[in-house]
């Protein structure tokens, strides 16, 4: 018998890409997955909650698909992640056409939902928090286009609680996955051709199972092969340890870059967002990359007009970014979550128009921090792991070196494919992208 389709589309974070291929493989045995939504018998929305922006395009996108819904016999529609967790109830209203509502925890029990669902017509709801599950047992079943990277997730939720921060809440308390079981699957996707795995976490510096720490099995799935490059994201200044620092610059082929969100450069601001750690800290653990690891590149997460913020804490963030020089960030304008702490204790007081404002500085100073940084590279040699060619660039190659750069280069007479290592020498640049040429 055919197998039906199913039809993932994914919003959010890597951890929403790594719990998709998770989801196809619960989902396996009774239907394959497509990437045409129109041939889908089960969409799947696996969806975001961090910023009210990224739940209003569910919202918008779930809309087309109830429409398409009412002409669509058998068609199942199913809400997961961190929405289905924050919102549960209210996604099942009958105007938005939802049968599924199932939480990131709760992910195994689909194939029991949907056998209620096919035989008698029952709405499913499954948004139990749990303190163990972390799907360790599941081999992802990973989309077939990308055949040089994988995200590894190796821990599940987080108890940092930053008071701006709704993660703790959608998707419960930090739980680390046995370390055996993270060094197979690294050591599976190597065989099976994979040259990049990337360990994810919420805070992956705090990974503990057993007697095993986040630097020891940094050393564990480098050792799987040197052609195997390991990244990591995302890291939690408080707990970033010398000694992972000393395992990444033992190891060659641990990525030499640094997700290390710091969120504002204010330490006053800092401990309203609950951060646990101070500007001070934040550039001694700065220093502390720099000596370690010369040629890492450093990026962030930088929060614009969260609660009470005043002009000077807002300057002190663009100094903190002209101090350490950033090579790139994730900027945003603070969205108040409902259920976080500062949602219940303070007022997102800053107008929307000083947000915009204070956002666009920020914007302006990483992009000059950015090309300054890239500019580095040009007469320089890198190593490339070749991803494909690049869509918006013809007939260009594209990859990224270690320190996650960007890199295009032309194509030349030798035969270059996905997931060869090559030597491409920088002649300019952008402030995002390296181009060059093979050496």
């Known amino acids: 018998m055919m197998k039906r389709k199913l039809y ?12 998709s291929d998770v989801l196809a493989a619960i989902l396996a045995p009774r239907y394959g997955r497509t990437d045409d939504y129109k041939q889908a018998d089960l969409i799947l929305m696996n969806t975001c909650s961090i910023r009210d922006h990224a739940e209003q395009r569910v919202l918008n996108r779930l809309r087309e698909f109830a429409a398409m819904k009412k002409r669509r ?7 997961v992640g961190c929405m289905a967790e924050r919102m549960k109830e209210e996604l099942l209203e009958e105007a938005l056409k939802v049968d599924l509502v199932v939480g990131p925890d709760a992910y195994r029990s689909l194939p029991a939902l949907l056998d209620r669902l096919e035989a008698e017509g029952e709405k499913g709801l499954d948004v139990e928090l749990s303190k163990e ?10 989309a077939a286009e990308n055949k040089v990277s994988a995200f590894v997730s190796i821990m599940r939720g987080c108890q940092n609680f930053c008071t701006y921060c709704v993660v703790p809440y959608t998707r419960g308390v930090e739980r680390s996955r046995p370390a055996d079981s993270i060094v197979d699957e690294a050591r599976r996707l190597f065989e099976a051709g994979y040259r990049e795995v990337t360990l994810l976490g919420q805070n992956v510096n705090s990974y503990r199972y057993n007697d095993t720490s986040f630097a020891r099995l940094m050393a564990a799935v480098a050792e799987v092969n040197p052609l195997l490059r390991v990244r990591f994201a995302t890291s939690h200044p408080k707990d970033l340890s010398d000694g992972l620092l000393e395992v990444m610059a033992a190891y060659p082929n641990i990525c030499r870059a640094i997700h290390l969100p710091v ?54 963030t663009l100094s903190l970014m002209r101090e350490v020089g950033y090579d790139s960030a994730f900027m945003f304008k603070y969205s108040d979550r409902p259920g976080t702490f500062a949602h219940r204790h303070y007022q997102d007081d800053i107008p929307e128009e000083e947000k915009t404002r ?38 260009q190659y594209i990859g990224r070196n270690t320190q996650n750069k960007v890199v295009l280069f032309e194509p030349t007479e030798a035969v270059v494919k996905p997931g060869d290592y090559v030597q491409v020498r920088v002649t300019r640049c952008s402030a995002v992208t390296l181009l060059g040429e093979l050496a």
């Not at 580095?376 to 070749?386: A, D, H, P, S």
């Open 263 to 316: 969120q504002s450069g204010s330490t006053s601001m800092l401990k309203r967002m609950n951060r646990k750690y101070t500007r001070e800290h934040y550039l001694q653990r700065v220093e502390a990359i720099r000596r370690f690891l010369p040629d890492a590149s450093l990026s962030t997460d930088i929060i614009a007009g969260f609660c009470g913020e005043t002009e000077a804490e807002h300057q002190e």
């Open 358 to 395: 204070r956002l666009n500085e920020i914007i302006a100073l990483q992009n000059e921090l950015s090309l300054a940084c890239n500019r580095k590279y040009i007469g320089r040699t890198v190593e490339v792991l070749v991803e494909g060619v690049s869509e918006k660039r013809g007939r």
């Open 133 to 142: 599950e972390t799907y360790h047992d599941i081999i992802p079943l990973r």
């Open 73 to 79: 016999a058998g068609l199942y529609i199913g809400i």
């Open 8 to 19: 993932i589309e994914t919003y959010g974070c890597q951890m929403n890409f790594a719990d």
